[in-house]
Each structure stands twice: as structure tokens, then as C-alpha cells.
């Protein structure tokens, strides 16, 4: 499969180096394409004094779907290489490294160094991430936990239910939900 081609932009942003490289752009516009060209720039292409191996970077998404997107656009971006270099020792390393490659998920990241540095992090080591599920059900709970607080300690709260739920909170529960889900996504959530 060959590569398509990359915009002036998109090129600066894989082969940038020496300071940050922010990459924003809209759903669809090759943000993945980019990143993992980049990586396999940093890894295979860049000048020396700047080139690392794959287990020498950091990648995170947000998706386990786009981490093993990522992390096999960049193997393949390797493999490319190899097939016009098969001698290149250096390459077949770093084929090799990708499966200690960090490329995954924050919260995966996240867990991945509370288990090595648990015992400077005074956080048990059977941490987990919550599934979907699980996390549903602590919302619903903080949140009904909540409405009985208001319930009992505004009696303005009773009218709002009356006038805005028709006696009946769920539908303010599911608003209030889909507002912290929103602000969630937001670059200051607690703003």
C-alpha cells in the first residue's frame, strides 16, 4: 500500500524537531496518518543526532482502537522501509522494540507506570481502569446520591423537578449527565 501524499503542512508537522509539535485539525483530515509518519520519521529517517528508537517514544490516544491503529501504521511505516533496506540491522530492531513501544491509550499509560513506580506512588498496585459499565454505575450513583442531597437541602430543587421534570428528575439527571460528559471534553473542564 502506498502512502498518500502529504500536504506542506502535514510534512513540516512529521519532520519537525527540536520543540513541540501540536497537531489539530478536523476528524477524517489524517491527524493518525500524520502522527505515525512522524514516528516513523523520528525512528527511521531523522538526522542522527535526533533519531531514536520506537521504544523511545511516548505515543497516547484516547481509543484502545486508535492506539493499535497507531501502533501498526507505524509498524508498517517500518516495514516499508526495511523491504527497500533488508540488510538494515537497525531496522529489524526496531520491528523487534515495537511491542515494548508506549503506544496506547492515556489511562493504559497511566497504568502501566502506576505498576512500575507503585511503591513511590503509594497507590496499590491492583489499580485498575474502570470499564464503561463500572463507570456508568459510579455516575449514577454520585449523581443519585446528589438529587437526595437536594431533595433535602433545597426545597427549590422540589420545584425545578415540578416545573422542568413534571414531578419526575430522570430527565434532569440525564441533562445533568450529559453535562458533565460535555465538560469532560472540554480543554478546562472544571472552568
Known amino acids: 500500500m502506498r502512502p498518500l501524499a502529504l500536504t506542506e503542512r502535514q510534512q513540516q508537522a512529521v519532520e519537525a524537531t527540536g520543540r513541540s509539535v501540536i497537531v489539530s485539525a478536523a476528524a477524517g483530515s489524517g491527524k493518525t496518518a500524520v502522527l505515525a509518519r512522524r514516528c516513523a520519521y523520528l525512528v527511521c529517517d531523522a538526522p542522527p543526532e535526533v533519531r531514536c528508537d520506537v521504544d523511545q517514544l511516548l505515543v497516547l490516544t484516547f481509543t484502545d482502537a486508535a492506539a493499535a491503529e497507531m501502533r501498526a501504521r507505524i509498524l508498517e511505516a517500518i516495514r516499508q522501509r526495511l523491504a527497500t533496506q533488508p540488510d538494515d540491522p537497525r531496522l529489524r530492531r526496531q520491528i523487534a522494540l515495537c511491542d515494548a513501544a508506549q503506544i496506547s491509550t492515556i489511562h ?65 439527571a440525564r441533562f445533568v449527565l450529559s453535562l458533565f460528559d460535555f465538560t469532560r471534553s472540554l480543554p478546562e473542564p472544571d472552568e
Open 108 to 172: 493504559a499509560f497511566c497504568l502501566w507506570m502506576i505498576r512500575r513506580w507503585f511503591s513511590r506512588l503509594a497507590i496499590d498496585p491492583l489499580a485498575r481502569v474502570m470499564d464503561d459499565s463500572e463507570t456508568r454505575v459510579l455516575k449514577s450513583d454520585v449523581l443519585d446520591q446528589l438529587l437526595v442531597e437536594q431533595y433535602e437541602s433545597e426545597p427549590a430543587f422540589t420545584r425545578l423537578v415540578d416545573v422542568y421534570g413534571l414531578g419526575d428528575d430522570r430527565d434532569i
